[in-house]
């Protein structure tokens, strides 16, 4: 509570400092801290304990107190620094009229205020009034040329979290339009109008600002991405001018990176790696281009480049977040069977979009030493703060369970979490899996449509009940009736693919699922589905394939319990 009043009281000076003196001073306590003295010296007693009463309403959630007092104190005082304060407080509190109404008040008082330019500017986009906006933001614009290039340039970010975008392209349109006379319009104009996905007029601009200024690398970049967001014909537009602008300009270095991601899409390797050569030549130690290439690197498999690049992007002092980099050198690590250096690296990945994944991969990794009660310790001990992260975690914790065999005690516990939240979709859907793994197939049915109920949309839990029928062999008109709904929510799902396949092969219709479970495993080679593969192709007496492919399967996967039985059981 100290603290907190502590903020309070800070927040309340910063507002108060420089009010100019009024009639009916406070009279100084000895008890006020000396910055109090100093920022409090002619400040009405009244005003000090309204601003301090708005604050503490801040802090305690009554947002309508808190505007209304700083409403009160603008009308009354009509000084500049509690003017900024009520806009910020109202606008916080998304009473933008009132916003509005205090910003228009201080421009009448200062027309000259940049400051109170710049939070209409904010008002008028937090509120949406883009129509004002327009002669508004022509005025500002205008009234600094020297920054106007680079203000035109900031124009898109202004509105970046705005979703409609064709009203964002109609509002820059117009704004930029004075302002044709210079590419950085027009630039403007190109970027707002690929946020509007209007590409032919995203083009048109991105070349006209490309002939008032030839060599600007920003321009050619973004020609160079609406050009490949077309036709595969387009892409290779875009190579050959990616090219030719660096042939005359080799030091764009955005342009080049982007130029080596083409090569790798066209699979044009060799010439990627020597984009890749020259972008490490001319910046050795650039932490954006050194991580660049070893993203690329890692894309295209070249695990040693990759590997090269990120040790040397950590080592870097100005390289300001390593947790993506040592996470991808875990996985590297791993994949080569280095199994202390991919714990040492992924313990390193302390934040951000990879945090959670690392520590899930430790604990795997942990299990596999033998550590069960350990990797479970890593796991309750992440710093998961959102509920679907908490639950992301509860399921890792289970899977690590489930994998060394502890199959009730993995249910159990979800059972537990399930019992604190029992309308949670993820851990419904984990239960009912490991429900029948525990031959609970009641509960399993249960648990599914319980699921179903509660997200008609989700296809999981769909095919997840009607490959249980099919699986066993039992009720499979509604087996079918299950799979094709899912099938229809998710039409490229690879295990619905698989599950669709396998339903027709337990009805009879070997065509039928030969083609959705060749589909499925042309997506992705998994173990299992090389079963339901190979058991169709030998019932079709295409043996010789069967073998082949269960043969291929096999190496690949040599501990498949389901591959291994598939097998044994058709080639003893």
């Known amino acids: 509570m100290k603290s907190t009043r502590r903020i309070v009281f800070l927040a309340a000076l910063s507002v108060l400092s420089g009010i100019p003196a009024h009639a009916g001073q406070a009279e100084a306590s000895p008890e006020k801290s000396p910055a109090f003295e100093v920022q409090d010296e002619g400040v009405p007693g009244q005003v000090v304990f309204e601003v301090l009463l708005a604050e503490v309403a801040l802090q305690r959630g009554s947002l309508e107190l808190a505007v209304q007092t700083y409403e009160n104190l603008v009308l009354r005082t009509r000084d500049q620094k509690i003017m900024e304060r009520a806009i910020e407080v109202a606008g916080y509190a998304r009473r933008f009229d009132i916003a509005l109404e205090t910003v228009r008040l201080w421009l009448d008082i200062d027309p000259t205020s940049q400051r109170a330019q710049k939070m209409l500017t904010s008002v008028l986009i937090m509120s949406n009034r883009l129509d004002e906006l327009a002669p508004h933001l022509i005025r500002t614009l205008k009234s600094n040329k020297e920054a106007l290039p680079g203000n035109l340039l900031g124009l898109n970010r202004m509105f970046a979290r705005n979703p409609d975008r064709p009203a964002v392209f109609r509002l820059i349109e117009t704004v930029c339009r004075p302002f044709f006379g ?48 077309e036709s595969q014909e387009s892409r290779k537009e875009a190579i050959d001018f990616m090219a030719n602008f660096l042939e005359g300009n080799p030091d764009a270095q955005q342009l080049r990176l982007l130029f080596a991601r083409a090569l790798i899409g066209e699979r044009r390797y060799a010439d990627a790696r020597r984009e890749f050569d020259r972008l490490l030549q001319d910046s050795p130690d650039n932490p954006e281009i050194v991580y660049a290439v070893a993203m690329l690197a890692f894309q295209f498999n070249d695990k040693a480049l990759a590997e090269a690049q990120l040790r040397h992007f950590v080592a870097l002092d100005n ?67 959102k509920p679907e992260e908490r639950v992301r975690m509860t399921i890792a914790e289970a899977a690590l369970l489930r994998e060394e065999g502890r199959l009730q005690e993995a249910f159990d516990f979800l059972e537990q979490k399930l019992a604190e939240n029992p309308e949670q ?117 295409r043996q010789e394939d069967a073998r082949r492919l269960l043969s291929d399967a096999q190496q690949k996967f040599p501990s498949n319990a389901v591959l291994s039985a598939t097998i044994r059981r058709l080639i003893p």
């Open 182 to 229: 210079l590419a950085e319009a027009h630039y403007a104009v190109a970027l707002a109008a690929t946020g509007a996905r209007m590409g032919e007029r995203a083009m048109r601009e991105a070349r006209t600002a490309l002939e008032l200024r030839p060599e600007w690398e920003a321009a050619a970049l973004l020609q160079s991405q609406i050009q490949m967001q």
């Open 319 to 385: 390289a300001l977040d390593r947790n993506a980099a040592y996470y991808y050198l875990g996985q590297i690590a791993e994949e080569d069977k280095r199994i202390d250096e991919a714990m040492s690296f992924y313990a390193q990945v302390v934040s951000g979009e990879h945090y959670l994944t690392a520590r899930t991969w430790r604990a795997r990794l942990l299990v596999g030493q033998g550590k069960v009660d350990e990797a479970r310790e890593l796991l309750r001990n992440s710093t998961a703060d």
């Open 425 to 541: 979709t993820d851990l419904l859907y984990e239960s009912a899996l490991m429900a029948e793994r525990l031959d609970k197939l009641d509960l399993m049915e249960t648990r599914l449509r319980n699921l179903i109920e509660l997200r008609p949309d989700n296809p999981q839990a769909y095919n997840a009940l009607g490959y249980s029928y099919a699986d066993r062999n039992q009720r499979l008109p509604e087996a079918r009736q299950l799979i094709e709904k899912a099938l229809e929510l998710a039409p490229d799902d690879v295990a619905i693919l698989d599950s669709m396949g396998w339903v027709l092969y337990r009805q009879g219709d070997l065509p039928g699922a030969l083609s959705y479970l060749e589909r499925s495993y042309g997506k992705h080679e998994d173990p299992e589905i090389a079963a339901h593969l190979g058991e169709v192709l030998w019932v079709m007496e």
